[in-house]
């Protein structure tokens, strides 16, 4: 019997203190939920307190990230990452603080023509406890060393995030609520599910947290070439979007996160950072991060772009008055790229 069905007979607030119980460090099963009734804490004694399972842990000797191959009950498997934040200003009591990217789904059906994830093919969505024990996994390790806090968290690791819909809502609502990781701290990417976009924009309840889509170009054509996914008229769509999105979202920090890889001879010449520039004057609020690519051990297809012509992407855009920043690489001898330590495992 699952979780939800042995407690489906309690109160609401029991789901309550269960959540509460699984961000709770001096916690480490059902059982010592003392919250609970004892009728129930026996009830819930098969139940995995943890849904993932270390299979392989590999750590940076260059930046101390850390990347970890995650295995479920049914044996499939997902990468998380743990990255250090370098910048003390960052720790509000001298404690460290990390962001870690999360998973979403086990491989990817979107077929991104970069990424490592989208050659395993889709296997399967993350339940909710999935996704958020992720996180846990993490933090455990954290608190067993001392080492610090889990501040900040990406839905950039596998799979799409908005084709599992309900359950990333789920566990967003979750992390903010249970463990107490701010709305602005957790960042949404994804290349562009525009139903499930129009949901964002529209439920209420959905957590306000920040985010990010994957363009990679403003060219329609040549998006589409980078990722098959793309629709017809998602451009339209964004410009159209963004506009609901700002008066959804109206904070100033709920700027749209643009992510732009840059392949060297297929999205950075001139048209394509002028397409770039055009369509980020349209969107409002929004910040662009261009992405070096680093490769991929799994695609010898693409080369990253050279630095000095990235600054200058960054240049002519900072000229327009564009927020733009270039992503920081991390983990580059442990095969960080999403997808590659999943990939040699299959
Ligand atoms: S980049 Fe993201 S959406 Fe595209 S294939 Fe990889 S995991 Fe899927």
Request: hydrophobic letters at 40%; charged letters at 25%; one cysteine or more.
């Amino acid at each position: 019997m699952s979780l939800e069905e042995i407690v489906k007979s309690e109160p609401a607030y029991r789901l309550d203190q269960i959540f509460l119980a699984w961000f709770d460090k001096n916690i480490h099963n059902f059982s010592e939920i003392t919250t609970l009734s004892k009728n129930l804490r026996e009830q819930l004694i098969g139940e995995p307190w943890m849904t993932v399972k270390e299979k392989i842990l590999q750590t940076s000797e260059v930046d101390g990230t850390r990347k970890a191959l995650l295995e479920f009950s049914d044996g499939k498997v997902v990468e998380s990452v743990l990255m250090p934040r370098a910048s003390k200003k960052e720790w509000p009591d001298d404690r460290p603080r990390f962001t870690i990217c999360v998973s979403s789904q086990v491989g990817c059906p979107m077929g991104c023509a970069f990424c490592a994830t989208g050659k395993l093919g889709f296997s399967r969505n993350l339940s909710y406890r999935e996704i958020i024990d992720q996180m846990r996994y993490w933090q455990q390790i954290l608190w067993d060393n001392n080492e610090g806090e889990i501040d900040n968290i990406v839905f950039m690791g596998q799979g799409e995030p908005l084709l599992n819909y309900e359950n990333v809502k789920l566990s967003l609502k979750i992390l903010v609520k249970y463990a107490k990781i701010g709305q602005r701290k957790i960042t949404l990417s994804t290349v562009g599910v525009p139903e499930a976009m129009e949901k964002i924009v529209t439920e209420k309840d959905f957590p306000a947290v920040r985010f990010a889509l994957s363009l990679h170009s403003a060219l329609s054509e040549s998006r589409l070439a980078i990722i098959p996914s793309n629709r017809p008229g998602f451009l339209d769509f964004l410009v159209e979007w963004s506009k609901k999105y700002h008066n959804a979202f109206p904070s100033r920090t709920h700027f749209i996160g643009l992510e732009y890889i840059m392949l060297k001879g297929v999205n950075d010449d001139a048209q394509h950072l002028n397409a770039l520039i055009k369509l980020a004057l349209k969107l409002g609020s929004i910040r662009v991060n261009l992405i070096p690519y680093n490769g991929s051990s799994c695609n010898d297809f693409f080369q990253g772009t050279d630095f000095a012509t990235i600054q200058t992407w960054q240049k002519k855009m900072n000229d327009r008055d564009i927020t733009c920043t270039i992503r920081r690489s991390q983990g580059l001898d442990i095969d960080a790229a999403c997808g590659q330590l999943a990939n040699k495992n299959q």
